[in-house]
């Protein structure tokens, strides 16, 4: 096993040994125990940069079902390396802000660390994993895991509201994504990423091109909550703010974008992929900015904003895509947003991460998150306030950090988009860079609100649970690394470039590179008076007006019927679905034995019976064919007794005729096992019938005498259907079984190895126990279990007859 899986096993690993830690040392909180894995995991990912720079990715591969094309294989490049870094170099800083956010006493702390492992192990599969069913099997890891750290206050409605919404979301998308991961193992032959990329070129002119694209970007938006995918993430805030900081921040919404880069060179140059991304993304950005302007909570302010900027991020990588339609300089000009859309995603992580730190801080201190309790505190949390107020700067794109540069970087993108000439953008992009420009004015109006709001202005102590004060070291220091992280990326942003960009665009553009070649990103701050810098002045200007003037054109949001919106939409599916499926149970789970047996056996009548008909199997069917065994004198009469006895079971008067003529049924087949030669199996069946008989007598014994109850016509004929059908449609498929055997025999297999693999001569136990060796272990613990289930249950029930048999001593 090599390192890289390793690396990846460790967070299950150290996942196993948390509960153990927390029980051992409850003096010491747990987190000090975690933090050190993802410090190291962060350190060894930092160790490989250098390689990856230098053009030199990293494979490991261990078998997983090789007959399928299903290894555990991971890949390490520059895309991968940038998500692994993210995903522990975050997960470091969490954990420590968790340490002084979640108290050792009053929250169950061993069970969220446990599922924050679980999560960074998942994501880390996710990124590094170079076979699309390992990418699917972690995506769905990651999806349980956040359901367990979303709902972990699950005391509360809420909590399991946001919950059970952001798994059924995400996990409806995983499934989609499977089912376009399936289609491009159908046109390529292989599930490895690389190999899927090798042959791209071929793929456009296949029928299921695009119906595999949009499967795979159902995934990737349901992940990344593109609208109108993206009411999940503001229910799912109801975590605790060390969850929304990790995954939604920096890691499980970014899974989506992931996806969508990885798979650009598969898919990039289409215009299907081009316009999908793009316009679904550009959709996003201005959705969420404006739906964020109205929230009254700070988280809610930040998942709105996260919705809008991961849109951002995603209309970026669309328009990237298009670098792959050209060749040589001609794609340098698209070349552009794909790098403004790695660096904003770097970025988002930083200013984004320290916003969530910072609210939950401001929640930790005050009782609260409401702004309208909120204003005026910035005096008794200075350090606080200047974190928020870096953070969003950033995030609203002024000068001189780092969102500002990925902002002017996205204007560029979008104004190249709308002079474009083909995949249709001669009509319809002048709109992106319009659009872009509306939702970053909005963007500019939410940060300002998430800092006016807050700290500026009059104070009102009398609506704050709690006197506010500054927060102690343990919670400050991760925003810390984070808002400096923002301000040295915003004055040196080379040292991403040449350290992460570069190496990202390698892994997402490839095609583009010729052998030995890298790209070459330089950021700089002034390109003099251009129209993005006039649009960055706009925003502020018209933004600066908007907030001044936000309670007189606020109310604009109210014009929108509740009832039409998306949350109440959802609300009615999921009521309307579960009032539909509660109807179809109550109409067939009627409690009757008999209707259950009749659905089961009707359904494997009509499917046998289509599939022998489509298939032509009743044409093998041949009664005259003389591969059958004779049928002698001895047979004959077995097979009337056989019938006369089970004919007779239904007209018993009583259940000791029933057993005695069901036990007869079963001594007659032994002695067709005698007659055919098969004394192990003759054997078996007559120690398994006695067995049965005497437990018949021994639970029947204990029932009352059996009455008969008079029964319709339509009952008994419907019995009687369905019993002939179903030993007719048996029998015919036996026969049919016997007359079309496409394959050569697999007894002489047996006979000729049971002793040479098995050490055993006596051929039906070597089968049993060696070739078929887990069926019957698997049959053994079945057994076994529902033995120890019987035991239970009499000992309850003998527990509480004694019970109930006990009377007070009242003398």
Not at 250 to 259: D, E, R, S
Not at 776 to 785: A, Q
Request: glycine share 8%.
């Amino acid at each position: 096993m090599s390192l890289m899986h390793l690396a990846v096993a460790a967070p299950f690993a150290y996942a196993a040994i948390v509960p153990l830690l927390h029980r051992a040392v409850p003096r010491i909180h747990t987190g000090w125990f975690v933090l050190p894995l993802p410090l190291v995991l962060f350190a060894y990912w930092l160790s490989r940069l250098p390689g990856i720079r230098s053009g030199v990715p990293t494979e490991a591969t261990l078998p997983w079902i090789p007959s399928l094309g299903v290894d555990f294989s991971l890949y390490l490049d520059g895309l991968s390396l940038l998500f692994a870094l993210l995903i522990t170099g975050i997960g470091s800083l969490v954990t420590l802000y968790s340490i002084y956010y979640l108290s050792k006493t009053k929250e169950r702390i061993g069970r969220f660390y446990v599922c924050l492992l679980l999560f960074m192990g998942a994501m880390l599969g996710v990124v590094l994993s170079s076979n699309l069913i390992a990418v699917y099997a972690f995506w769905e890891l990651t999806s349980l895991s956040s359901f367990l750290l979303i709902a972990f206050w699950h005391h509360r409605e809420r909590s399991m509201y946001g919950a059970l919404k952001s798994m059924m979301i995400t996990v409806f998308g995983g499934f989609a994504m499977l089912a376009g991961f399936v289609l491009l193992y159908v046109m390529t032959g292989t599930y490895d990423v690389r190999a899927v990329m090798a042959v791209a070129a071929d793929l456009p002119a296949h029928p299921l091109f695009v119906p595999a694209l949009a499967l795979v970007l159902l995934g990737a938006f349901t992940k990344s909550a593109q609208f109108p995918f993206h009411i999940w993430l503001p229910d799912a805030m109801e975590a605790p703010t060390p969850v929304s900081a990790y995954l939604h921040s920096a890691t499980m919404v970014k899974a989506g974008l992931y996806l969508v880069a990885r798979l650009t060179p598969v898919f990039g140059g289409a215009s299907e992929w081009f316009w999908l991304v793009s316009a679904f993304g550009l959709a996003t950005l201005f959705w969420g900015s404006f739906q964020a302007v109205k929230q009254t909570d700070l988280k809610a302010i930040l998942a709105f904003s996260t919705v809008s900027q991961l849109g951002l991020i995603m209309c970026l990588l669309g328009l990237g895509s298009a670098a792959l339609a050209f060749t040589g300089e001609a794609s340098d000009v698209y070349v552009l947003a794909m790098t403004a859309a790695v660096f904003h995603l770097i970025n988002h992580a930083t200013f984004k991460g320290a916003l969530f730190m910072v609210a939950g801080i401001v929640d930790h201190e005050t009782g609260t998150r409401d702004i309208r309790k909120l204003g005026g505190i910035a005096a008794l949390m200075p350090i606080t306030f200047t974190f928020a107020l870096i953070g969003a700067a950033s995030m609203a794109g002024l000068p001189p950090l780092n969102g500002f540069l990925s902002k002017e970087m996205f204007f560029t993108g979008v104004l190249n988009a709308s002079k474009m000439n083909f995949f249709s953008m001669e009509t319809w992009g002048a709109l992106f860079p319009i659009v872009a420009w509306v939702a970053s004015v909005f963007t500019f109006v939410y940060c300002a609100i998430f800092v006016g709001r807050t700290f500026l202005g009059k104070m009102k102590p009398e609506a704050l649970p709690t006197k506010p004060h500054e927060a102690p070291l343990g919670l400050l220091l991760p925003p810390a690394v984070l808002v400096s992280l923002v301000v040295l990326f915003g004055l040196f942003p080379d040292i991403a470039s040449y350290s992460l960009i570069e190496p990202t665009l390698a892994a997402v553009l490839p095609t583009l590179l010729a052998p030995g070649d890298r790209f070459h990103v330089h950021i700089s701050f002034w390109h003099g008076p251009t129209t993005e810098l006039f649009m960055t002045i706009g925003v502020i200007a018209l933004g600066s007006l908007l907030f001044w003037q936000l309670r007189r054109w606020q109310g604009v949001y109210g014009r929108w019927p509740r009832r039409w919106t998306l949350n109440a939409l959802y609300d009615r599916g999921l009521q309307g679905l579960e009032r539909g499926s509660a109807r179809l149970t109550n109409a067939y789970m009627t409690g009757s034995v008999r209707q259950y047996l009749i659905y089961i056996f009707t359904f494997l009548i009509v499917v046998v019976a289509y599939a022998m008909v489509r298939t032509g199997s009743f044409g093998a069917i041949d009664p005259a064919d003389p591969s059958y065994a004779p049928i002698g004198v001895y047979e004959v009469l077995l097979v009337t007794a056989t019938l006369l006895a089970t004919l007779a079971v239904p007209f018993a008067k009583s259940r000791m005729s029933m057993i005695i003529l069901v036990g007869a049924v079963g001594y007659l087949v032994v002695l067709f096992f005698v007659l055919f030669r098969a004394p192990d199996l003759a054997l078996t069946q007559m120690i398994v019938e006695t067995v049965s008989v005497a437990l018949f007598l021994l639970c029947f014994y204990h029932l009352p005498k059996l009455r008969k109850e008079a029964s319709s016509t339509r009952f008994k004929l419907t019995n009687a259907i369905v019993a002939i059908g179903v030993g007719a449609v048996v029998t015919l498929v036996a026969l049919s079984a016997g007359g079309s055997n496409g394959f050569g025999t697999i007894a002489d297999y047996y006979l000729e190895e049971s002793y040479h693999l098995g050490g055993g001569k006596n051929v039906v136990n070597v089968i049993l126990v060696d070739f078929r060796g887990f069926d019957t272990l698997l049959e053994i613990m079945v057994l076994g279990i529902a033995s120890l289930g019987i035991f239970a249950m009499i000992k309850l029930r003998s527990g509480d007859a004694r019970r109930k048999g006990d009377t007070p001593n009242e003398g």
